[in-house]
T-cell receptor
Framework: EAGVAQSPRYKIIEKRQSVAFWCNPI?????LYWYQQILGQGPKLLIQ????????DSQLPKDRFSAERLKGVDSTLKIQPAKLEDSAVYLC????????????FGPGTRLTVL | AQSVTQLGSHVSVSEGALVLLRCNYS??????LFWYVQYPNQGLQLLLK??????LVKGINGFEAEFKKSETSFHLTKPSAHMSDAAEYFC????????????FGTGTQLKVEL
């Protein structure tokens, strides 16, 4: 079975520019997550979708970050405008909706903001 | 609120020696607990998970972990380290009330020396 796909793998931008990341979850997985992993830290949940509805976005900086999951499949995470502290790896994961089930992670997008 | 604490950001062992990576959790409800491994420039891969069944959990690549409620611990062990085990390891907790949100520790970098 195909895993979680993410693109691009690497992105370098200057501060105040905008950037978008794309994620395609495992087929049939209703739940999709975006995590931010800053160097030296564990991943931090930014937003969780159940199908195309938002379950948890309490840690999403909504003044600059936005995410959508149209049709309950692919998802896009956008940052506008980017700040230096947004430099991180952005991980997408998916799972079945039931609690306790494994989350499958994509390879991540490494963002560098100069 | 849930949290995990991983003691030791870096652990170094000799090839063939015991691997012990420590994780303590805090949760107001019975938790689900996970260990993930991350190789350089890759996403996270599940090693094993505890979901309130057997307290001794066996995972992939010879790893296992024991859930100890009295100590609020979920330490990861492997009897004999291999060079290929060198990676970063993350402990994570989620609640059992659904939602599946993971809270990660800060990670432990495992180095395996000849």
């Amino acid at each position: 079975e195909a895993g979680v796909a993410q693109s691009p793998r690497y992105k370098i931008i200057e501060k105040r520019q905008s950037v978008a990341f794309w994620c395609n979850p495992i087929s049939g997985h209703a739940t999709l997550y975006w995590y931010q992993q800053i160097l030296g830290q564990g991943p931090k949940l930014l937003i969780q979708f159940q199908n195309n509805g938002v379950v948890d976005d309490s840690q999403l900086p909504k003044d600059r970050f936005s995410a959508e999951r149209l049709k309950g499949v692919d998802s896009t995470l956008k940052i506008q405008p980017a700040k230096l502290e947004d430099s991180a790896v952005y991980l997408c994961a998916s799972s079945f909706p039931a609690g306790g089930n494994e989350q499958f992670f994509g390879p991540g997008t490494r963002l560098t903001v100069l | 609120a849930q949290s995990v604490t991983q003691l030791g950001s870096h652990v170094s062992v000799s090839e063939g020696a015991l691997v012990l990576l420590r994780c303590n959790y805090s949760s107001s409800v019975p938790p689900y607990l996970f260990w993930y491994v991350q190789y350089p420039n890759q996403g996270l891969q599940l090693l094993l998970k505890y979901t309130s069944a057997a307290t001794l959990v066996k995972g992939i690549n010879g790893f296992e972990a024991e859930f100890k409620k009295s100590e609020t611990s979920f330490h990861l062990t492997k009897p004999s380290a291999h060079m290929s085990d060198a990676a970063e390891y993350f402990c994570a907790v989620s609640d059992t009330g659904g939602g599946n949100k993971l809270t990660f520790g800060t990670g432990t970098q495992l180095k395996v020396e000849l």
